[in-house]
């Protein structure tokens, strides 16, 4: 089949069955796995004009409902936290698009700035995971005690629920929740200003945020990675709606560049991560934080790993 604005022809099963399957792991970080599909795009498609950043975050759009879904229903969604993502992020996410159409279209630069962002955080998750943990008191970790209870609840099959997120306070300095007896706070301002960076990368891209985000409160803020998922992807959600309709809107102006999005090609890849990021969301609960943080650092390393070495060899 093919996909005219993106100038490819590829078997229309290839999109869902990669984005399913990227999905599927990345989501049980909060990652969507748009910033595994941009490479995929770019470098095995051949789809490297600036619709590939509006392409990437139509399949936000239509994969990451199922996922946020999932996180809502089984109450591990931290509302305040998304909100706060979601107000930061959404201006960066305007400015990106901006700088990625009039002074990025050959963005081999920001590929490298990129690149080196997400090395640092991917080596500081990677830290993070191999330092073992515990509590002031020698105590298991939240993450080690919620799966703990995992286990017991697959094992004599309760009908009791899992533990879930209540939220102490939200102001405009602080977010504070509890989850499994213990307590976490977060400074508001420090998360905004993070997110808007964030929406800057993501809107020039079309990563979604949640490749810096995720890995940021789970490495830096020391938050259970059973907690931060859902609004990270729900954060994502929201921002890359904006994105598309403001990538949508801009493309007339630039009569000569594709800048729309590929809305046939966005939307079978948003099809595969729509089933993956629902299973992704309902089986995190059953993987090891271990598991998920080593999934999540590794495709943040191999990815950042691609941009740099894309630099050098351009």
């Known amino acids: 089949m093919f996909f005219p604005i993106a100038n490819i022809e590829i078997n229309p099963l ?18 969507s796995g748009a910033f595994l599909l941009l490479p995929f795009q770019v470098s095995i498609l051949g789809f490297s004009s600036p619709a590939v950043s509006a392409t990437n975050q139509l399949f936000n759009v239509v994969a990451i409902p199922s996922g946020v879904y999932r996180y809502i229903k089984e109450g591990r969604m931290v509302w305040p936290l998304t909100w706060v993502v979601i107000i930061g992020t959404l201006p960066g996410v305007l400015l990106g698009a901006i700088i990625r159409i009039r002074y990025l279209p050959e963005p081999r630069n920001f590929k490298m700035f990129v690149g080196l962002v997400l090395l640092y955080i991917g080596s500081r998750l990677l ?3 191999l330092t073992k943990k515990r509590t002031r008191h020698g105590q298991l970790s939240t993450e080690e005690l919620f799966q703990q209870q995992v286990k017991e609840f697959k094992a004599k099959h309760l009908n009791d629920r899992l533990p879930t997120v209540t939220v102490k306070k939200f102001s405009p300095a602080r977010i504070s929740y509890d989850f499994y007896d213990q307590n976490f ?10 997110s808007f960076v964030v929406g800057i990368i993501g809107g020039v891209y079309g990563i979604g945020g949640g490749a810096i985000v995720a890995p940021f409160f789970i490495s830096f803020l020391g938050l259970p990675v059973y907690t931060i998922a859902g609004a990270a992807l729900m954060g994502t959600f929201v921002t890359s709606v904006v994105g598309v309709a403001f990538y949508q809107l801009l493309a007339p102006f630039y009569p000569t560049m594709a800048i729309a999005p590929d809305w046939l090609l966005g939307m079978l890849f948003g099809l595969g991560g729509f ?22 650092a590794g495709c943040i390393l191999v990815t950042a790993a691609k941009y740099v070495i894309s630099f050098f060899s351009w």
Do not use: E, H, W
């Not at 706070?185 to 993070?194: E, K, P, Q, S």
């Open 185 to 194: 706070t977060i400074n508001t301002f420090g998360v905004t200003g993070l």
């Open 14 to 31: 290839i999109p869902p069955a990669v984005a399913f399957v990227i999905s599927f792991f990345t989501s049980m970080g909060g990652v």
């Open 275 to 296: 089933g993956g990021m629902y299973c992704g969301a309902r089986c995190q609960k059953f993987m090891p934080a271990k598991a998920i943080k080593l999934i999540l």
């Open 127 to 129: 830290k993070d995971i």
